[in-house]
């Protein structure tokens, strides 16, 4: 398919490809990572939870894999490469980082004032 190779060579030439408005990848570490980017907003980041963090982040995780399926090529380039997670907040001039799941670890980069879990 022609945008996957167009989406490959961009990644190997360092640059960010935007899937959707919301979600973004690209590569880090010198292309031995590979992130993808979960843009969202909230009514109010002061309230934002980590519990409904953890939901964006299993969206995000679960559409990019489903999307891999129909995108052979770039499963393929990506096969060896760690796959890190990301949310952030998008305030509209920018964003904020909300965590991160590398390994299967989550890490957190915001500080939650409303914190259950």
């Given at each position: 398919m022609l945008q996957e190779n167009?989406?490959?060579s961009l990644?190997?030439?360092?640059?960010?490809f935007?899937?959707?408005?919301?979600?973004?990848i690209g590569e880090i570490d010198n292309g031995k990572v590979f992130f993808v980017l979960g843009l969202f907003t909230h009514p109010?980041?002061?309230?934002?939870?980590k519990e409904e963090s953890i939901l964006k982040l299993n969206e995000l995780k679960f559409f990019f894999k489903s999307l891999l399926t129909?995108?052979?090529?770039l499963a393929i380039y990506l096969k060896d490469?760690?796959?890190?997670?990301?949310?952030?907040?998008?305030?509209?001039?920018?964003?904020?980082g909300i965590c991160k799941e590398k390994e299967n670890e989550i890490f957190w980069e915001y500080n939650f004032i409303k914190d259950t879990i």
């Open positions: 167009i989406i490959i990644l190997k030439d360092g640059k960010t935007k899937l959707t408005n919301e979600i973004r109010e980041l002061k309230i934002l939870t129909e995108l052979k090529d490469k760690k796959i890190e997670y990301r949310l952030s907040y998008n305030y509209g001039m920018g964003a904020i």
